[in-house]
């Protein structure tokens, strides 16, 4: 099964910063480290500005498709319902990688404290 949307670009429109801080916010135990920490990683290189403009609508998609509730498998499916956001994170994530530096990244880590008072700035691996 498909769980990566085909076109992620499209879910641009649903993307805006309160949004996703909201999302963040209320979602964060939920969908876990490995997806909160894609989402800062995108997040950071879409605020780069020697991020690409066509990497940044790969990043504003998959954003935008994070954000919504209702998307492949929805959110509060116990389980299952990061999966879907799990898999688009990542692939455009892997679309975008060699924009993301290591002060993405540390911004990223830095932030991951705000979710996880527990995260220790260590690596996460990103592999499914």
């Keep these: ?4 949307p085909k076109d ?7 993307y805006t910063k309160e949004r996703l801080d909201r999302k963040l916010v209320r979602w964060s135990k939920r969908a876990g480290q490995k997806v909160i ?3 800062l ?3 950071y290189a879409l605020t ?3 991020t690409p403009i066509g990497y940044k609508a790969i990043i504003l998609g998959a954003l935008g498709y994070f954000i919504l509730p209702l998307d492949m498998l929805p959110d509060f ?5 990061f999966t879907d956001d799990m898999a688009a994170l990542l692939a455009a994530y892997q679309a975008i990688q060699a924009s993301v530096t290591p002060e993405v990244e540390e911004k990223a880590k830095k932030r991951m404290k705000e979710f996880f008072h527990d995260y220790d700035g260590e690596d996460i691996r990103l592999e499914e």
Excluded: A
């Design 8 to 14: 992620i670009v499209k879910y641009q429109k649903h």
């Design 48 to 50: 780069d500005k020697k």
């Design 77 to 81: 499916i116990l389980g299952l319902g």
């Design 37 to 39: 920490y894609l989402v």
């Design 41 to 43: 990683l995108l997040y």
């Design 1 to 4: 099964m498909e769980k990566t």
